[in-house]
T-cell receptor
Framework: QKEVEQNSGPLSVPEGAIASLNCTYSDRVSQSFFWYRQYSGKSPELIMSIYSNGDKEDGRFTAQLNKASQYVSLLIRDSQPSDSATYLCAVKEKKSSGDKLTFGTGTRLAVRP | DAGVTQSPTHLIKTRGQQVTLRCSPKSGHDTVSWYQQALGQGPQFIFQ???????QRGNFPDRFSGHQFPNYSSELNVNALLLGDSALYLC??????????????FGPGTRLTVL
């Protein structure tokens, strides 16, 4: 069983719509959750971090966390063609020995003009 | 404020050779993590360095080794290169420890091609 699962997509939405990206994880002791955006050929860029159950908003982005369901999501409002990229979900278990990130395979988002 | 830097940008090697990749963390950060990202996959954790010691290691063979210097910069060494080592190698820096909220920031990566 994969530790972090994402639908690989592509998820296609029209410009101006809400894009909803989902991620599930298997390790209940995971403490920190991150969404990274990765354009083709580039490195991951942090979009959002979330640590507590509920919603966290930053501009057009909202991260949602439900630890009981082991589920984290990212909503992108008013999607723009420039949002077209692969979105990586990452989880981190806090250990005294280190803080590795475990990534999903990413969801490719395509925003149609 | 300089972000995470990596060198070189691209590298082409042949099977059996050895390679060294370099990373300088973001100003104020003291922890460096290395990831391997194969095409179409998410990054896979290789190892993490803090205080010049390897603190955590992922499921990678001993051919992968690293080092952290007193100025917090780091090197990733891969010996006896295999075709399967072709990937984007990412360095991420963070500040450790800071409870559960440490955020890792990635450098631009090094694209390694093994022929």
């Amino acid at each position: 069983q994969k530790e972090v699962e994402q639908n690989s997509g592509p998820l296609s939405v029209p410009e101006g719509a809400i894009a909803s990206l989902n991620c599930t994880y298997s390790d209940r002791v995971s403490q920190s959750f991150f969404w990274y955006r990765q354009y083709s050929g580039k490195s991951p860029e942090l979009i959002m971090s979330i640590y507590s159950n509920g919603d966290k908003e930053d501009g057009r982005f909202t991260a949602q966390l439900n630890k009981a369901s082991q589920y984290v999501s990212l909503l992108i409002r008013d999607s723009q063609p420039s949002d077209s990229a692969t979105y990586l979900c990452a989880v981190k278990e806090k250990k005294s020995s280190g803080d590795k990130l475990t990534f999903g395979t990413g969801t490719r988002l395509a925003v149609r003009p | 404020d300089a972000g995470v830097t990596q060198s070189p940008t691209h590298l082409i090697k042949t099977r059996g050779q050895q390679v060294t990749l370099r990373c300088s963390p973001k100003s104020g950060h003291d922890t460096v993590s290395w990831y391997q990202q194969a095409l179409g996959q998410g990054p896979q954790f290789i190892f993490q360095y803090y205080e010049e010691e390897e603190r955590q290691r992922g499921n990678f063979p001993d051919r992968f080794s690293g080092h952290q210097f007193p100025n917090y910069s780091s090197e990733l060494n891969v010996n006896a290169l295999l075709l399967g080592d072709s990937a984007l190698y990412l360095c991420a820096s963070s500040s450790f420890p800071q409870g559960g909220g440490d955020t890792q920031y990635f450098g631009p990566g090094t694209r390694l091609t093994v022929l």
